[in-house]
């Protein structure tokens, strides 16, 4: 028998908890111990004892502990890399990461610390609704760039090198910029050590540079990492599920569809072409009563249309960005 001392191991449930709120994807954050000033997702132990499943689990904690009902919820991933969860001590934390969705209206009480930030406050290179945004050609291409030209580490064993990557993930030399690629994207910055999070967990990349440049809020241990990978997942679900549904609320107008749909995958929308998609989709329906909030002309309401659900396997939203 080995006199190998064993780690213990703590299961661990990280919740990306999603709402829109004034055409803004928001994300909960909940403040870390004393003296932790960075942002974090909320995250609690799971307890086999009380809990059944990870997913009742996560549903009493973020009630508990955030004051929210959670509606739609999904699992993401395991996060377990060594050092993820650098405070814990000799445990080692592996995470189960969620996505969840809410909507602001249904939860006005929350716990002290618990509050929802813009998530393009993390990754302001995402929103691309207005415009490219300008941090990508002002910071991001030349400091990745000058990294590329290093070559490729002699460890690696990736099938694209850097440059390949930097062109597929960024949109460069003409490649097409694909909004589902957050955590590809974050990932390159991360092992070009141009984010805080590569400096604060020792990488190379990181320390070898004289400063790290501000690319977006850091968040505790690897949380940007896993709303990295929330957007993603949300922004490809769009595409094949109705989950857009889930973020509006019972009756909607088709300029708030469009825009929460825009907000969500940080892409503008041609309007005549989204009406004709949701038409053609048959995704929703008419609920007869006209809405006066529009700042302008009444416009007709509507709702979710639940049959389609049964009608086709994939009924989402394909939009299609005008860039």
Known sequence: MSDK?????EIGLTAAIVAIEDNEPLILTASGGEGDKLAGLPFGPFDAVSHRTFEIGLRAWVEEQAGLRLGYVEQLYTFGDRGRHTQAGDTHVASIGYLALTRPADNTTRAPGATFEPWYRFFPWEDWREAKPA??????????SQWAEQGEAPETTRALGRKDRVRLYFGTEGAHWDEE?????????????????????????????????????????????ILATAMGRLRAKLKYRPVVFELLPGEFTLTELQRTVEAISGRHLHKQNFRRLVESGAL?????VMSTQTGGRPAAQFRFRREVLQERPAPGLRVRGRR
């Open 135 to 144: 941090i990508i050609e002002r910071d991001i291409f030349p400091e990745l």
């Open 5 to 9: 001392l064993l780690t213990p191991i």
């Open 284 to 288: 929703v329906e008419p609920t007869g």
């Open 181 to 225: 690629r957050v955590l590809d994207r974050y990932e390159l910055l991360y092992e070009a050590g141009l984010v805080e999070e590569a400096r604060r967990d020792g990488r190379p990349a990181a320390l070898a540079r004289k400063s790290t440049p501000v690319l977006g809020m850091s968040m505790r241990f690897d949380h940007r990492r």
